[in-house]
């Protein structure tokens, strides 16, 4: 009989939690956008989106307070000080255009 073995030993996933839900959409109040692509000039771009996303947002919401942040590097996690100044905010959408 052969057994496998993976080289890199006992894979341990830590327990993860979705994000607390709003539930009632009325009570979103602040929203981010955490975009993985700086804005270019030609083709589909995230930054883009969110200014098209932040219009249907206060026309069905009335949400007027957004805030966008770009991380600097679409490959690497966003920085733990760039994720804190979504702090309070009822939601961060998080995309990429392509």
């Known amino acids: 009989m052969i057994q496998l073995v993976d080289p890199r030993g006992t894979l341990e996933r830590p327990v993860k939690r979705l994000a607390r839900r709003v539930g009632d959409p009325s009570r979103l109040r602040r929203i981010g956008f ?4 700086a804005e270019h000039p030609t083709g589909p771009h995230f930054v883009g989106y969110t200014r098209v996303l932040g219009r249907m947002l ?3 919401l009335g949400i007027t307070d957004f805030h966008l942040e770009i991380k600097p590097v679409l490959s690497r996690p966003a920085e ?4 804190a100044r979504f702090q309070g905010y009822d939601a961060v959408v998080n995309g990429l255009a392509k």
């Open 58 to 60: 206060n026309e069905r």
């Open 80 to 83: 733990p000080d760039m994720i």
């Open 34 to 37: 955490l975009s993985n692509e």
